[in-house]
């Protein structure tokens, strides 16, 4: 859908922090991470998509 230099890579580096997904849990936990990361990913996609069918 979007890559990392698009407005859904942007979200994601935005709100990482907020939803638990830091270098630490990267380091200690990375399927867990992985994990976070991808829903995080989906739910900012989900959102996008709205807000563009929307507007």
């Known amino acids: ?13 935005s709100h990482d922090g907020d939803a638990g997904v830091t270098e630490e849990l990267k380091a200690c936990d990375p399927m867990r991470w992985v994990g976070l990361m991808n829903t995080l990913t989906a739910q900012i996609e989900e959102i996008l998509i709205r807000e563009l069918i929307c507007s």
Do not use: E, L, P, Y
């Open 1 to 13: 859908m979007t890559d990392s230099t698009g407005a859904c890579g942007h979200h994601v580096a």
